[in-house]
Nanobody, 121 residues
Framework: QVQLVESGGGLVQAGGSLRLSCAASGSIFSINFMGWYRQAPGKQRELVAGISSGGSTNYADSVKGRFTISRDNAKNTAFLQMSSLKPEDTAVYYC???????????????WGQGTQVTVSS
């Protein structure tokens, strides 16, 4: 069994910053892609940023230049540094990990429980 636990969400004023963390634990052999998604009320979940095991990154156009994704492979942890936050960034942010369990050749996508980010104007 694998758990992804996010932390770091909260309430911040527009223009402020937050840093989200996502720690994966359990019977993990390796993690490939890790991503941060968000879902605002009434909207579909969208990919905000992703990072490969080798460190290649991609971002949604709406957050380019403001958000930075990183990861610590040794600790199975991913981070999302969010700066210049806008009210439209308000959403529940979810972490995902495409991983292999120990003893398995199948890749699974595991999700965290989500953390609320609220940006006030």
């Amino acid at each position: 069994q694998v758990q992804l636990v996010e932390s770091g969400g909260g309430l911040v004023q527009a223009g402020g910053s937050l840093r989200l963390s996502c720690a994966a634990s359990g019977s993990i052999f390796s993690i490939n892609f890790m991503g941060w998604y968000r879902q605002a009320p009434g909207k579909q979940r969208e990919l905000v940023a992703g990072i490969s095991s080798g460190g290649s990154t991609n971002y949604a156009d709406s957050v380019k230049g403001r958000f930075t994704i990183s990861r610590d492979n040794a600790k199975n942890t991913a981070f999302l540094q969010m700066s210049s936050l806008k009210p439209e960034d308000t959403a529940v942010y979810y972490c995902s990990a495409d991983l292999y369990y120990k003893g398995s050749t199948l890749q699974f996508r595991s999700w965290g429980q989500g953390t609320q980010v609220t940006v006030s104007s």
